[in-house]
């Protein structure tokens, strides 16, 4: 399996990223948390905290639709796993954001940003995991 290696498109990606985060704290005063939003939208706590979580969420689904407005084509998107893979690593990815009190972009854009110890723990077990997955992914198991 071989990662392609993209510093424009990611590059990109991460200012807007940063921007949105940014924008979201200097008009609503709330952390950029993809999955504390998606918590509001499935138990929002009052109809104007729905409202901005369903909008911001609104705008990060329609990204690929922007792309084929744009380019004609959906973006190509390869994902060398199976179904039941996916669903695993997503539960696996909802055990940590529970244990970790928040996830990447929660800890990683806006807790590193404000100097947050409990941030740079988290990230750093973030990145940890990460490369040993990797490692035995390709590694270990030979995937």
């Known amino acids: 399996m071989e990662t392609a290696f993209t510093p424009l498109q990611s590059l990109g990606g991460g200012v807007v990223i940063g921007l949105a985060a940014v924008l979201l704290m200097g008009l ?8 504390g939003i998606l918590t509001g939208i499935v138990a929002p706590a009052s109809r104007p905290d729905f409202t901005w979580r369903a909008v911001l969420l609104a705008g990060m689904v329609s990204g690929p639709l922007l792309v084929l407005a744009l380019t004609g ?7 060398p796993v199976s179904t039941a893979m996916l669903i695993v690593g997503g539960l696996l990815v909802g055990v940590g954001v529970t244990f970790s009190s928040g996830c990447t972009s929660g800890h990683g854009v806006c807790g590193l940003a404000r100097l947050s110890p409990r941030s740079a723990a988290s990230v750093a077990t973030f990145m940890l995991a990460t490369a040993a997955t990797v490692y035995v992914i390709r590694h270990v198991i030979g995937a």
């Open 73 to 79: 084509a959906m973006p190509a998107v390869d994902v």
């Open 28 to 35: 609503h005063g709330r952390i950029f948390g993809a999955t």
